[in-house]
């Protein structure tokens, strides 16, 4: 093996060093930035500086798909695969690429000039298909027309309310156009109970996912003990479907900023992290730009305003792991670890990062906080239903005459989601829509008077999820989008617990079949065998809700699982 | 402090903090379990261990779930039963459980069918024999992670060992795959000992079993002298 020169590595990570672990995935950043890769000598160099067990180190590495231990280019194409690029010809696009350079997808050339992948979802799917170049985000691509756009992904944002949205779209929002954190100043006359109960009054729940209320996790952690508390903005948005917090935090990043600061300010937090997802490296810049201008105008750093309070916020990029999404793994992964999901209890609130209480928010959660503050929680609640109040975001994709990001008040129907959308391209027909994202669930042309809100779609049986809408028409093979879905799940299983860890791989083996029309008798009573044992067994939610769209698709469309089915579109 | 609960209609008394599997156990309901061990921390992997607790949602691990006062416990509900044998049978379409017969016997009690999924990928490495005390035969590791565990915080803090790759295709490894004599490795045989399936095998056990005799087997072994009675 070549050796290679060390003497630039020392000081691109050496201020991770003091860190130790924690400083190991920017590290690991870092010495890729130089190398392409890590080779042996160089992550030696780093598990000594780091005071890292080598295998710990080879064993971190490992884990993340966008790290590698073998020689791959500094220059490498993501082209996405995944399930709405799918649709849209991303299969193509990565053949002809690969044809044109030479080269098998995961293949680097000699020279390591480029290397070609095929990726998981890219959180770009308003714009599929998509790649990500490097750094840079390409976008729209048009094979026929042979054009594309590169760079900053645009944000495409639409819907009857601009609140949450009200600075996005037009680049990157800088302080001067955010004006001063009014909801922050406010705060800080406020005590941090009656924060807290403001945010009770907005009924504010978790818009990662989990739909959890917000105010029960400020409550446990301010009235926890410790001598460091957090707070973690969850930016990992790895969702198959989803691009709001990408659009959040590129466009607006000041409101997260001030959103984690009043979340600080209510629960005695000192230190914060934004976990970005490494397939989001476009927005590393701007986001620490606007920390910077943060601190100079006195809204961030030690004491602020004079207040005597102090909050500062550190950005950490993850490497291609969905699973880091996951809050326990996405600690686990900020300590320098493999993303493995922790047991829990105890939960983040008394045992989170480093094993310190922890309030863990998603992107759009935060972008809340200002604007509950700044209105009050009786203005914020005239918008929305009783239980499910104030504005949400709602990324469609797929088969929609316009794609993009919708702001609209809690209690707007699917259908009226739809038509904003301007319906579906080519008078085609509907035929289903994914919720949810890839842990979602589909729904049905009969169901488009459903209200996108909390408890109506959990009425109907569907997911709220992190807001995906993904479109479906009446063209669309059903099982090549299940097939892309369980290709997603085996891929990203940490592989910690066996229900997931086998289950998604069989599950991805059964679909295989499914999709190409190679279904064996019992394979339906297979996939639910596997499918309800992850439902019911795995440790985390990621094995919990794998087979959630596949069981949905069973019910809806036994037909489908078959033996001898042949293509649904004839 | 003791609680009362029922498992499978039977009420039981057990101590505040005791794990629902040490509760059962003690009161002479088995469950069965394939990743724990007395020695080292439990993880809640392999899930063959979970029960239906009334109330909650999903299953739950018995060896980390704690019992709770008026708990009630199915520990061989439908659900259960479901869950057990899937696991089981994707096992058997994953390794080789020649060495693990007690995941044999299980899979009789539970019905599994070891061939319930044709054309499974399986995990499937050459034998690594790069060191004078064990072998590692990784087709036939069930990662229950016992070594990683007693390598480093449980035991014997050398992290020899970690893993490579991740979901389906993980597998314990060294610093990019170096021969156990170039880690740090002291050979404790700690790792041996906590092993469930053969994958991890004694060297002499090994050879014995390739039809290898003892006074082969120590004309073979280099290095070390052997003892003279002083
Ligand atoms: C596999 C998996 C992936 C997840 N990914 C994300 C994510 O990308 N972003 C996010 O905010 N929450 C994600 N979550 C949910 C988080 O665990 C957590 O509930 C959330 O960050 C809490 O923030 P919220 O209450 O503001 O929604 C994920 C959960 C699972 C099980
Ligand atoms: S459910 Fe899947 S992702 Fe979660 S711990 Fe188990 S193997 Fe890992
Ligand atoms: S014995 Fe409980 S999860 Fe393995």
Known sequence: ??????????????????????????????????????????????????????????????????????????????????????????????????????????????????????????????????????????????????????????????????????????????????????????????????????????????????????????????????????????????????????????????????????????????????????????????????????????????????????????????????????????????????????????????????????????????????????????????????????????????????????????????GELLEMAGGIPGNKQLQAILLGGAAGAFATPDQLDVKMTFEDLRAAGLPLGSGVVMVFDETRDMREALNRLGHFFAHESCGKCYPCQMGTQRQKEILERVASGKTLPDDMIRLQDVGWTMTDASLCGLGQTAASAVLSAIKLWPELFVEGQKSKVG | MAITLVIDGKEITADDGMTLLDAARENGIDIPTICFHEATTANGLCRICVVEVEGMRLLQPSCIVKAADQMKVQTRSERVERARKTILEMLASTMDLSDAPAILTMMDEYGADAARFPGAARRESEVKDDNPMYIRDYSKCLLCWRCVQVCAEDAQYTYAINFEGRGFKTQIGTFFDRPIPETTCVLCGQCVGVCPTGALKAKREFLLEQGMSPQEISVLNTGRKRRSKA
């Open chain 1, 1 to 414: 093996m070549p050796d290679f020169d060390l003497a630039p590595l020392t000081p691109a990570i050496e201020k991770y060093i003091p860190l130790g672990r924690p400083g190991l995935l920017p590290a690991l950043h870092a010495a890729q930035k130089i190398y392409g890769w890590i080779p042996e000598s160089v992550a030696a160099e780093i598990a000594r500086h780091l005071r890292v067990p080598l295998a710990d180190v080879h064993g971190v590495i490992e884990f993340y798909s966008m790290f590698y231990n073998e020689p791959t280019s500094r220059r490498v194409i993501r082209v996405c695969t995944d399930i709405v690029c799918g649709l849209k010809g991303g299969d193509g696009i990565l053949n002809r690429l690969c044809e044109k350079h030479g080269l098998q997808p995961h293949q680097t050339t000699g020279d390591l000039s480029l290397t070609i992948e095929s990726s998981p979802c890219l959180g770009l799917c308003e714009h599929a298909p998509n790649a990500l170049v490097g750094d840079e985000a390409e976008t729209d691509i048009d094979p026929k027309k042979d054009s594309h756009m590169l760079g900053r992904p645009p944000s495409w944002v639409y819907g009857p309310i601009r609140l949450l949205t009200a600075r996005c779209g037009n680049g990157t929002a800088s302080l001067e156009q955010y004006g001063r954190y009014e909801a922050l100043a406010k705060a800080l006359s406020m005590r941090p109970e009656e924060i807290v109960r403001e945010v009770k009054a907005s009924g504010l729940f978790g818009r990662g996912g989990a739909a959890f209320p917000t105010q029960i996790k400020w409550e446990s952690v301010a009235a926890e003990k410790a001598d460091q508390k957090y707070i973690v903005c969850n930016a990992d948005e790895s969702e198959p479907g989803t691009f709001k917090d990408r659009i959040l935090l590129l466009d607006d990043p000041h409101c997260t900023i001030e959103g984690m600061l009043i979340a600080a300010l209510a629960v005695g937090a000192s230190k914060g992290y934004i976990y970005v997802r490494g397939e989001y490296p476009y927005i590393i810049p701007p986001l620490e730009n606007a920390l910077r201008e943060a601190r100079e105008a006195g809204w961030l750093g030690g004491n602020i305003l004079g207040s005597g309070f102090s909050f500062d916020i550190e950005i950490r990029v993850g490497a291609g792991a969905y699973i880091c999404g996951e809050e326990t793994a996405l600690f686990e992964s900020i300590e320098g670890k493999r993303g493995f999901p922790r047991v829990k209890p105890p939960f983040p609130t008394t045992h989170g990062l480093f094993g310190r209480p922890t309030v863990i928010n998603n992107v759009e959660t935060l972008c809340n906080v200002p604007l509950i503050i700044s209105q009050g929680s009786a203005e914020y609640c005239k918008l929305g239903t009783a239980k499910s109040p104030g504005p949400k975001l709602f990324c469609l994709s797929g088969d929609v005459e316009r794609p993009g990001l919708y702001e609209a008040p809690f209690g707007v129907t699917l």
